[in-house]
Structure formats: structure tokens, C-alpha cells
């Protein structure tokens, strides 16, 4: 199956009302970002280098943008954290434990998102059959800004051959890895299957690939990025293109 996404489209504006609370936590996340990617607008389209920094892998059309990881907000009751990732040129992702939970700048935004009832991937690695779990994903999504709109999900486990039928030769550096996990995650409203590789044990799991689309023909490739000379082989990859 080939991957087909469209292209990210760039949104300043946004960013900047993102950040103008002016506070002195919002100025050290831009200025933090402005850092991560030595001031450059057009970064997000080369391999970050500064090992400071924790970056994301976004890969849309076989081609790579990367993200740099603004803060991580544990929210009370809330587990995992929700991670606040943002590019040089203004698109913002919120993901959490892996999954998209917001996305802004794109041709579709998730205003906001929220998973309800989905299990840790800690409790989905400690059982042994690994059954069907099933939950539901609410959000708001715009253009049009339609509302509340409730997903029905179910996560399986699938293998390694049948995520690379899915999603053709990115999930091929993975491979070189053991202890890597592959699930899919299907929903009722017709958005294509998600497609999750959870690396490590039940007490340390690790999303380390994420395969979601915010509309029908836009989705997404999600990487945790790590800048050479500190990068494990399998990141060693052309532009993480499915084929």
C-alpha cells in the first residue's frame, strides 16, 4: 500500500496566538524552539543537530519535517503526558501515549482531542493474549469546526509483515530492533487505521512509530527523532517513505 498524504501547510498566525500569553513559560517555549533549530525557518525541512533537544520525525508525501518537543503536560488524572511538539514554521502537534490528541496548522486541525478509555500500552504488553481493546476517541475538527465528533476504536495486535503491507518499507528499519510490537487501531468514521510499533517492556513501553491520519488522505508518520552522532542505526533512513 502506498502511503498518501498530503503536504503540511505552513501557519504562522496560529503559532503565534499559540504563544501570545506572553508568560515567561510561553517566551522560553519559543525562544527554546528558535534554539532547537539555530533560527532557521526552513529547518524543518533538514535533520536537526543539536542533541538538546528531544525531536519528532514527521514524514508527509516520503518527505521529512521535524519537530522539537515544546513541554510535556502531566495533567492530573491524565497518563501518559501530553506532549506539545512544535515546527519551525508554526504546525503544533499533541500527542499522547503515541496518539494524536490535537493538530494544528494542517489542511484539517484537530482543535482538540481526547481519548477515552484506552488502555496503557503498559496494561496492552502485560497481557498474554492481547485481546481487542476497545474505546473512543472525541474531537472537535475543523475546517467547518464540526464538534464532539465520537469515534468507536479498536486496538489488535497485528505482525510485522502485516504493518509492512500497511505501510510498505518504513517500518523496515524497525526490523534491526527486538522487542518491537505492532498494533492497528481502527475506527467507525472512516478514517484509515492507525498503525502503532510499542518497543520494551510492560514497565518502560515506548511508541517508537506512528502511522495516523487527521482525514482521509492526510496522514502522518511519527518518528522519535534523535540527532546523529546519537541516533541507533535504524534511524538511518532515506526519508522514512512507505512504499
Known sequence: ?????????????????????????SQSTL????????GDVNAAQFEPKNPAF?????????????????????????????????????????????????????????????????PAWSEVLRSPQTPAWNYQRVRDEMPGYVSNLTDRLTLNPITHAQAR???????????KRSGVRWFEETGALGLPAAVYAV???????????????VAPQLCLVLEPWVPAPNRPPSQDTKDGRAS
Open 1 to 25: 500500500m502506498v502511503l498518501k498524504v498530503v503536504g503540511l501547510r505552513w501557519c504562522m498566525g496560529w503559532f503565534a496566538l499559540a504563544l501570545t500569553a506572553c508568560t515567561s513559560s
Open 31 to 38: 525562544d527554546s524552539i528558535r534554539l532547537a533549530f539555530k
Open 54 to 118: 528531544q525531536y519528532l520525525k514527521v514524514t508527509v508525501y516520503g518527505r521529512p519535517a521535524f519537530l522539537v518537543l515544546g513541554y510535556s503536560d502531566p495533567k492530573e488524572g491524565q497518563s501518559p503526558s501530553t506532549e506539545t511538539w512544535y515546527s519551525a514554521k508554526g504546525e503544533v502537534l499533541k500527542l499522547q501515549g503515541g496518539r494524536l490528541v490535537g493538530a494544528l496548522g494542517l489542511e484539517t486541525e484537530w482543535r482538540q482531542a481526547q481519548v477515552v478509555g484506552a
Open 165 to 175: 503491507q500497511r505501510l510498505g518499507s518504513v517500518v523496515e528499519p524497525l526490523a
Open 199 to 213: 518497543e520494551g517492556s510492560a514497565t518502560s513501553p515506548k511508541v517508537v512509530l506512528t502511522y495516523q491520519c
